[in-house]
């Protein structure tokens, strides 16, 4: 495995079938899983780690995001990883964060997290738009976890004609249901004990579902019970552009999750 820290170190491997994992570090099997894909699918593997700046506000934790650099190159080398690219934000943002070409989402894909985040998503499509250009990937591989920021990426390739295949990956989850995420690290013993209840109360919308329950008002107040006495930023039910339902509309439903445990922001979600 070729461990690159300089954009052009990358173009040596241009022309050939790139799959992509762009992620922040902090490694976990989620991350594996769409590893593991990217490795069944293609002929080379590029992995970066980049904790991008300009999608953190300044009130978040872009100082104390998990940073496990040497563990994550452990672990890209056992999965067969062929480089793995850890650049300084100065070769991602030569003109500097203040200086730099911005994009936006559509105004109908915002909401949600695009809420409680103010520009979050600017960050991740810019900072997205310029790693593909530097590895040039014919597929790249992201997590159905961050499903508002699937939907964005999605639309910014189609938008823009790259011509690239995005992979949706489906959510890894620990023994306790807990979808992984790498700031899972975050929780004490007893706000994991609580965070649970956030994958109790999808099962039970899913049970619902597949019992004959359509009507979306009442999934979220069976989702609210379960989570009652917990922090909700929001759950809803809304289809595959983030339009909300009234009624479930199968292979076209998004349930969006978000719950505060603790200092602790997750998301989780169910795509039916």
């Given amino acids: 495995m070729q461990v690159y820290t300089k954009a052009s170190q990358l173009a040596s491997f241009w022309g050939q079938e790139i799959g992509f994992v762009p992620t922040m570090g902090a490694l976990h099997p989620g991350h594996a899983s769409l590893i593991a894909q ?5 002929q080379i593997v590029v ?8 999608q953190f506000a ?10 496990t650099l040497q563990a994550d190159i452990a672990l890209c080398e056992s999965l067969g990883v062929d480089v793995l690219f850890t650049p300084e934000p100065a070769q991602i943002y030569p003109f500097g964060v203040l200086e730099r070409i911005t994009l936006q989402p559509p105004a109908s894909l915002l909401g949600f997290e695009a809420d409680m ?3 979050h998503f600017d960050g991740v499509l810019q900072v997205v738009l310029k790693l593909f250009n530097l590895v040039r990937p014919k597929r790249a591989y992201f997590g159905q976890k961050d499903a508002q920021q699937l939907l964005i990426i999605q639309r910014m390739v189609a938008d823009l004609f790259l011509d690239i295949e995005i992979m949706p990956c489906p959510i890894v989850r620990d023994d306790d249901g807990l ?3 790498s700031r899972n690290v975050y929780l004490n013993s007893e706000e994991r004990a609580t965070a649970r209840k956030i994958p109790q109360a999808l099962m039970y919308i899913q049970k619902a ?6 009507d979306s008002a009442q999934l979220i107040a069976l989702g609210l019970e379960v989570l009652q006495g917990l922090k909700v930023h929001y759950l809803s039910v809304c289809d595959r552009q983030l339009a909300p339902l009234a009624q479930i509309q199968p292979n076209q439903t998004l349930i969006l999750c978000a ?7 997750l998301l989780d979600n169910l795509w039916v």
């Fill in 179 to 181: 979808a992984l995420s």
């Fill in 117 to 119: 985040r103010p520009k």
């Fill in 58 to 67: 300044p009130n978040e934790d872009y100082q104390a995001y998990p940073r």
């Fill in 47 to 54: 992995v970066s780690i980049f904790v991008n700046p300009t």
């Fill in 209 to 214: 579902i597949q019992e004959g329950e359509r």
């Fill in 259 to 265: 719950v505060q445990v603790g200092a602790v922001r």
């Fill in 38 to 42: 990217a490795r069944a699918q293609n």
